[in-house]
């Protein structure tokens, strides 16, 4: 059974594809068959989901679309209210198969959230759900803005609430330029107990940037 990482956000727009599609290179160019998931997609821009296509890019291994992204919703709105303009429901069980079938085939499979922790999926589950059905060690991703302090705080409290194992966060530099940066990092380091795994600078490559492969499979 392959190794899995949730990789969660602090809100939506904060980067968890980016991170994710980096997290995959760098365990690809350690020797690993990483394949990327994101098992619900919601808007649809130019014909395409551009952040399956993003994971895709990003695996080494022959998967296919509806194994990485079972579920792909038109509305960029909150999945179960996508969901519900379609006329379905999300069912968390097709998504665990899905990640099943992804866990033969590579080493390790990165999962990527939809929006926040705690987004809603169907009348009844959120992506806290999802990530305790799975099973899977959680990453955070902190949109570094005004508010993230609280947003990351809050995100972590309800990981840890739900007994999930936050094994790391990334700092992502999404606005430029952000009031004392530095400080607000340096706030979240001693406050958050789990460790920096790396710092994305605003308009910065992310080949390097995440010194993580071998804190999250030794």
């Known amino acids: 059974m392959a190794k899995g990482f949730f990789v969660t956000g602090t809100d939506t727009s904060v980067g968890k594809t980016t991170v994710s599609c980096a997290l995959l290179r760098a365990f690809a160019a350690q020797g690993y068959r990483v394949a990327g998931m994101k098992p619900i997609a919601a808007g649809r821009e130019n014909g395409q989901w551009q952040d399956v296509e993003l994971l895709l890019a990003a695996s080494n291994v022959n998967v296919t679309r509806k194994q990485i992204n079972p579920y792909a919703l038109e509305a960029p709105i909150s999945p179960h209210l996508a ?26 499979v990165i999962v990527e959230g939809a929006g926040g922790f705690l987004v809603p999926l169907n009348d009844s589950q959120t992506g806290e759900d999802l990530a305790k059905i799975l099973g899977l060690p959680v990453i955070l991703v902190v949109g570094m803005r005004l508010g993230c302090l609280n947003h990351a705080l809050l995100t972590t409290g309800a990981i840890s609430a739900a007994r999930l194992s936050l094994v790391g966060w990334i700092a992502n530099c999404i606005q430029s330029p952000m009031v004392a940066v530095t400080e607000n990092i340096a706030t979240l380091e001693q406050r958050l107990q789990a460790p920096l795994l790396g710092i994305l600078r605003f308009g910065e490559q992310t080949d390097g940037f995440i010194a993580m492969p071998k804190v999250l499979v030794r």
């Open 83 to 108: 969901a519900q303009q379609e006329d379905i429901t999300i069912d968390l069980s097709l998504v665990n198969d899905c990640y099943r079938q992804l866990s033969m085939q590579a080493d390790i």
